[in-house]
């Protein structure tokens, strides 16, 4: 299995590309539901801009999944338990097998690059399933989180078994800082036992000691990368050291083809030590 592990050279970049790919290269609709053209699509991002790991944005298929899936979206709010949405999505047959589908097809364009299953923490899944079922989406409790992060290490496990060797990262995406990531040790234990790498990505601090590989604005544990802001793909400078150890960045939906590619040269060149 592909490792992600900087060393000398050019800096590695790792993208978000999802939106700028989805306009260039699907006209603005991306084949979620389709395995082969979704993993057609993502394969066709990667050759585009290089980045250094493949991105699989899983949280966005989960949402297109859900709205063109009445009957599951439904089926989310069958009981009053305040864990059900979230067990109930997770757990989803179809679901499950359309994620390894996707996966298979793309490990086989892309064999030697590590792919990253980009998933939401499972409290952001909480409210995903809850806004779905039409209940209550406000932040849940510790102990609704940690629940969820056993139902999603669970879909991790299928997911390896369904599509053996098609995961190397697990990469944990946040709009907050790290504090849920106490909760995910379920998640964890899957990774270590799959010898997955395990990545977080956090908008604001990112220290816990068990994740591998921290993007952060300013990370301060395990392979650091440094996100930086969407105004990099509208400057002429290189951003500047920030002591991590590869670059991450979302490519606008409306960037400049030409700026991108010029861009993503400048970063490779430039060090994020």
Known sequence: MPRFEPAGGSTPVWL???????RLLAGGQPPWLDALACAAWLKKGQGLLRPDVVRFPATDLIEAWLQAHAELVSALGEKSRASYPVKRLLADEPLRQHLADVLQALRGSVAQVPIALAIETPGALVQR?????????????????????????????????????????????????????????????????????????????LSHAAVDIAVAPAPTTG?????????????????????????????????DPERVLTRLEGLRLAPAQ
């Open 16 to 22: 978000d590309h999802t939106d700028y790919t989805a």
């Open 129 to 205: 399933a809850n806004r779905h079922a039409g209940r209550d989406a406000e932040a849940p409790d510790e102990d609704l989180v940690d629940t969820a992060a056993m139902y999603l290490a669970d879909a991790l496990r299928e997911l390896a078994s369904l599509a053996p060797d098609c995961i190397d990262i697990v990469l944990l995406e946040s709009d907050g800082d790290d504090a849920e990531l106490s909760l995910c040790q379920p998640v964890f234990n899957v990774a270590e036992h799959q010898r997955w790498q395990v990545a977080a990505r956090c908008t604001g601090r």
């Open 223 to 255: 392979t650091r990368g440094i996100w930086i802001d969407e105004a990099t793909w509208s400057r002429d400078d290189a951003p500047p050291s920030a002591g991590g150890d590869f670059w991450f960045a979302r490519v606008p939906e409306d960037a």
